[in-house]
């Protein structure tokens, strides 16, 4: 059974940062491109950040560029989204998502974990 | 970075009937050299995470009842719920991944 757990949310100050993860198992990890979105209470969602399999090309939505970092380690199963520079419009629950394997064979965010709620706030 | 604009943001519908929820994309989301439209819907209830209905603009996804369908091409696309069922409630997102990934701003699905 495929299993995404997200952990690392908290309430933060402007300005300050943190560090989520997700814990990836019941698939081949290291063979899937990974995504994050997030949700702003009561908004919509909104992709933040994707990187492929080795983590060599790593996107990001343009609101996040310069503060945010993806990461994974493919031999913990593990995915990561460092966030600095954290402002009020950065509060949501962020959701770790599994993304492709092979481009063009399917796609599609197919996974999802449960969440895991960051809160920027003084 | 391309936009993805749904339509109406909100619809009531009666028990069995139809809904129709609507997508377009900024620019065209075909892509020429496999001819797939790099489109997904997701559907996303009360305290849940999205969960992937429709890849391909119109492939569901295994499980995925066949009263949920996705047509359309290019920069225009339709999720249509032929018979609307109670467990239907929900918001639903269309998403393109033709160029990193963007999500329309949702539509949510009430009974009448």
């Given at each position: 059974e495929v299993q995404l757990v997200e952990s690392g949310g908290a309430l933060v100050q402007p300005g300050g940062s943190l560090r989520l993860s997700c814990a990836a198992s019941g698939f081949a990890f290291e063979n899937h491109w990974m995504s994050w979105v997030r949700q702003a209470p009561g908004k919509g969602l909104e992709w933040v950040a994707n990187l492929n399999q080795g983590g060599s090309d790593k996107y990001y939505v343009g609101s996040v560029k310069g503060r945010f970092t993806i990461s994974r380690d493919n031999a913990k199963n593990s995915l990561y989204l460092q966030m600095n520079s954290l402002r009020a419009e950065d509060t949501a629950v962020y959701y770790c998502a599994r993304d492709f394997a092979v481009a063009g064979v399917k796609e599609g965010l197919d996974y999802w974990g449960q969440g895991t709620l960051v809160t920027v706030s003084s | 970075d391309i936009v993805m604009t749904q339509s109406p943001d909100a619809l009531a519908v009666s028990l069995g009937e139809r809904a129709t929820i609507k997508c377009k994309s900024s620019q065209s989301v075909l892509y020429s050299s496999n001819n797939k439209n790099y489109l997904a819907w997701y559907q996303q209830k009360p305290g849940q995470p999205p969960k992937l209905l429709?890849?391909?603009?119109?492939t569901r996804e295994s499980g995925v009842p066949d009263r949920f369908s996705g047509s359309g091409s290019g920069t225009d696309f339709t999720l249509t719920i032929s018979s609307l069922q109670a467990e239907d409630v929900a918001v639903y997102y269309c998403q393109q991944y033709y160029r990193t990934r963007t999500f329309g701003q949702g539509t949510k699905v009430e009974i009448k």
């Open positions: - | 429709i890849s391909w603009a119109s």
